[in-house]
């Protein structure tokens, strides 16, 4: 591994022409825009990756992950830190509402139905799991409605992708679910004193975990009855979110819905999607 011979970490600084490396590399692998306002952001949250590796310039961090041995090695943990995993239990409530009242009837309603579910850019897996609870609830609250479903959740960050499939969080997280929720879907450390929670094997066996660049023409073995990718897109551009949509859009089955974040209305986009709700919709026939 490369190591500077400069000594003094204080000097730290990530110049321009290694911004346009590292930024044009990150946007080209992971499809996140990188523009010139972002070059703090990306120094701050690789700082801690250097002193790691014991390295004290940017040119020697762009040396060593354009390297084979970084290319297989650090990679990971650059992905890991440029990426954003801001998430919560029920975030964005509206969308979980309408999967309950109107989505779930009307898919579960006449024959037996077996439904798939992806959740991308799951981040630390709040979002699969509460989409578990969901489709579990309405389980027990309509036993007529007879169906088994599955959740895929991906990522790209292989670091929140083990704190996903693990299911641990801390309790302050759990204490704003309703108590029924709490009681139903968590179970407390026996040890008081670390204060989390972890999603019970039932619902944890529903979710089914996956490493996934999204600008890889990935395959997912099925199409889709509901899709959520939401707040994912926002950080791509306007040429690559439209090559992703029509991706997913061929990920879904026909009059399959998809769940986009509230910041991210599909206007313009030539799809073949319908509005049915606020950044909720529909697939055509």
């Known amino acids: 591994m490369p190591a ?33 306002n972002k070059a703090t952001m990306l120094q701050l949250r690789l700082h801690r990756r250097l002193n790691s590796l014991k390295m004290t310039s940017y040119k020697d961090y762009c040396d060593y992950l354009f390297s084979p041995e970084g290319m297989k090695n650090e990679l990971p943990h650059l992905i890991d830190r440029i990426t954003t995993n801001k998430t919560e239990f029920f975030r964005e409530p509206a969308h979980f509402e309408y999967l309950y009242q109107t989505v779930l009837p009307e898919l579960t309603g006449g024959r037996y139905r077996r439904l798939s579910i992806w959740s991308a850019g799951c981040s630390t897996g709040e979002e699969p ?9 309405f389980s027990k609250q309509h036993p007529d409605n007879r169906f088994d479903y599955n959740i895929l959740a991906t990522d790209i960050s ?8 693990r299911g641990i969080y801390k309790e302050d997280l759990v204490n704003q679910l309703p108590m029924a929720h709490k009681k139903n879907y968590f179970l407390r450390s026996k040890d008081r004193t670390r204060q989390l929670a972890r999603i019970v094997p039932e619902i944890r066996k529903k979710v089914t975990f996956r490493s996934m660049n999204l600008m890889d023409d990935f395959q997912l073995g099925k199409t889709m009855d509901i899709i959520f990718c939401r707040n994912v897109i926002i950080y791509f551009d306007k040429k690559i979110q439209e090559v992703l949509l029509n991706r997913m859009c061929r990920c879904l089955k026909s009059r399959g819905y998809i769940f986009m974040g509230h910041s991210e209305a599909l206007v313009g986009q030539n799809l073949p999607l319908h509005s049915v709700a606020p950044t909720v919709y529909r697939k055509a026939t």
């Open 4 to 36: 500077s011979s400069h000594n003094n970490h204080s000097h730290k600084r990530l110049s321009r022409r290694d911004f346009k490396r590292l930024g044009g590399f990150i946007q080209s692998r992971t499809g996140i825009k990188m523009p010139p």
């Open 129 to 137: 799991y509460t989409l578990a609870m969901v489709f579990d609830d």
């Open 158 to 165: 292989d670091e929140v992708l083990t704190k996903a499939e």
